[in-house]
């Protein structure tokens, strides 16, 4: 692998730590691109079939 | 009416799930929307593991460490899994939100939520079964947790016959027939309607 991405995975991951809660920011933009994938399966209209 | 087992079976099935509910061809209004695609995602998402996993089986670790073929159909198993839980908690969020326990639907929420603990057991095996330095990592991490709570004489973290013998056995058959019901009991039930919609029924009885 070459580029950003293999510079950004192959090195341990970057933790944010705040009070008790602990996550890595690979975890954490996992767990926002859901909530985004979530809101946009809620909020995006279903396309109409054509009769 | 025949007194015979396979009659009887017969008849609770075609009046609990008859043929036009198994497979519809239609669906109520309120199921045209992108919330309620999740789950048959998860489940196309179950079938690429599933077909990834059996040529990984056949064609073993020698293979898929070391070739190019090998190395895609590996990265195929590895992600399509990732894409799995995604779809999963998002038809679970969606499901949670809808409180789809509604309309007698208790055995398909309950289903639902033992196929998320059964993942969860697949998908741990299957990082201790690599094969690699990752798995044996996760393995030496994961026997203490074990150890202390007293199960690690019957589920050796570190036994790599077992855990892959329940990663490519027991589990898969296990999470497949909690699938195959949760599917069933989705179909029998109907897909539950929004929180202020009428339910529509298929026909037969729900």
Do not use: C
């Not at chain 2, 208790?106 to 639902?112: D, E, H, I, N, V």
């Not at chain 2, 898969?172 to 019901?181: K, W, Y």
Request: zero cysteines; a positive charge.
């Amino acid at each position: 692998m070459t580029g950003w991405f293999s510079s950004f995975m192959n090195h341990p991951a970057t933790y944010l730590h705040t009070g008790w809660l602990q996550i890595s920011i690979s975890n954490l933009l996992v767990i926002l691109l859901m909530l985004v994938v979530f809101s946009l399966a809620v909020l995006l209209p279903f396309p109409e079939e054509k009769k | 009416m025949s007194e015979m087992w396979t009659a009887k079976l017969r008849n609770k099935w075609q009046k609990n799930l008859p043929i036009e509910k198994l497979l519809p061809d239609d669906q109520p209004a309120y199921v045209s929307s992108w919330i309620y695609v999740f789950g048959v995602l998860t489940l196309a998402a179950l079938a690429v593991i599933i077909a990834s996993g059996v040529v990984l089986a056949f064609e073993g670790p020698a293979w898929y460490h070391v070739s190019d073929a090998g190395k895609f159909i590996n990265s195929l198993h590895f992600w399509s899994v990732q894409l799995f839980f995604v779809f999963m908690v998002i038809h679970l969020w969606g499901k949670f939100w809808m409180a789809a326990w509604r309309g007698n639907r208790f055995a398909t929420w309950m289903t639902g939520a033992v196929a998320f603990v059964a993942s969860i057991a697949t998908a741990f095996t299957g990082y201790l079964v690599q094969t690699n330095f990752d798995s044996q990592w996760i393995s030496f991490e994961a026997k203490d947790g074990f150890n202390s709570m007293g199960i690690g004489a019957w589920f050796n973290v570190t036994n790599l016959g077992q855990m892959l013998l329940l990663h490519v056995a027991f589990l898969p058959l296990i999470l497949g027939a909690i699938t195959v019901v949760h599917v069933l009991m989705v179909r029998k039930r109907g897909v539950v309607p929004p929180i202020d919609a009428e339910p529509v029924s298929l026909g037969g009885r729900s």
